[in-house]
T-cell receptor, first 109, second 114 residues
Framework: GQSLEQPSEVTAVEGAIVQINCTYQ??????LSWYQQHDGGAPTFLSY????GLEETGRFSSFLSRSDSYGYLLLQELQMKDSASYFCATGSSASKIIFGSGTRLSIRP | KAGVTQTPRYLIKTRGQQVTLSCSPISGHRSVSWYQQTPGQGLQFLFE???????NKGNFPGRFSGRQFSNSRSEMNVSTLELGDSALYLC?????????????FGPGTRLTVL
C-alpha cells in the first residue's frame, strides 16, 4: 500500500530545536511536501523536497533521503506560535496526493 | 491575490440528505483537490480536478462526487448523508500539474450530520 508514517505527538521547549520525521512507502514518488496546520485553521504549505538533501526556509528546514524513503522537518528557535500539527505529503504514481496522519507539536515555555 | 474560498463555512444536515460544497481556487490555478479531514483519519484525498476533468479519485464511495467548471471553480456533492460523513472538507488549489506539491488550502467547510 501507499502510506506516510510520522509520530503522532512531539513536545519541545521554546527556543529549542525539534525534528519531525516522516517515512513513506509509495509505488511512485514525487517529492515530499510539508504543511502546518493550526487548530481551527487550514493547512499551509511550508516546504518541498524534490531531490535528496536539505532545503532551508528561515527557521524551518526540510530534508529528504530517497534511498531511505525518509524525510524530516526541522524547526529551530521554537516559538510558541509554532504549536500546531505538521503533515508530510507526497504524490503517487496514481497522481493521488497522500498525507501523513500528522504530528501534533506542543511547545512548553 | 485572493486566497481559496469555500462556502458555506458551516453546515448542519440530517442523515439521508444531500449536500453541495463550493470552492473557488486562487485566480489562475487550474487544479483543485478535495480532502476530508477527521480527527481519527487525518487528511484523506477525495478527488482532484484539472481543467474540468477528474484526474483521480480517492477511496470513497460513489455518494461522493464532484465537478469543476470552466472558470476552475469546483463543487463537491455528498448524497445520502451518513453520520460518519461529519468532517471538515478542505479544498486546495495549485497552479498546475508541475506545482501540485504546493497546494493552497481554503478554510474548509465544517459539515455536521445529525
Amino acid at each position: 500500500g501507499q502510506s506516510l508514517e510520522q509520530p503522532s505527538e512531539v513536545t519541545a521547549v521554546e527556543g529549542a530545536i525539534v525534528q519531525i520525521n516522516c517515512t513513506y512507502q509509495t509505488s511512485g514518488f514525487y517529492g515530499l511536501s510539508w504543511y502546518q496546520q493550526h487548530d481551527g485553521g487550514a493547512p499551509t504549505f511550508l516546504s518541498y523536497n524534490a531531490l535528496d538533501g536539505l532545503e532551508e526556509t528561515g527557521r524551518f528546514s526540510s530534508f529528504l533521503s530517497r534511498s531511505d524513503s525518509y524525510g524530516y522537518l526541522l524547526l529551530q528557535e521554537l516559538q510558541m506560535k509554532d504549536s500546531a500539527s505538521y503533515f508530510c505529503a507526497t504524490g503517487s504514481s496514481a497522481s493521488k496526493i497522500i498525507f501523513g496522519s500528522g504530528t501534533r507539536l506542543s511547545i512548553r515555555p | 491575490k485572493a486566497g481559496v474560498t469555500q462556502t458555506p463555512r458551516y453546515l448542519i444536515k440530517t442523515r439521508g440528505q444531500q449536500v453541495t460544497l463550493s470552492c473557488s481556487p486562487i485566480s489562475g490555478h487550474r487544479s483543485v483537490s478535495w480532502y476530508q479531514q477527521t480527527p481519527g483519519q487525518g487528511l484523506q484525498f477525495l478527488f482532484e480536478y484539472f481543467s474540468e476533468t477528474q484526474r483521480n479519485k480517492g477511496n470513497f464511495p460513489g455518494r461522493f462526487s464532484g465537478r469543476q467548471f470552466s472558470n476552475s471553480r469546483s463543487e463537491m456533492n455528498v448524497s445520502t448523508l451518513e453520520l460518519g460523513d461529519s468532517a471538515l472538507y478542505l479544498c486546495a488549489s495549485s497552479l498546475g500539474d508541475r506545482e501540485r506539491h504546493e497546494q493552497f488550502f481554503g478554510p474548509g467547510t465544517r459539515l455536521t450530520v445529525l
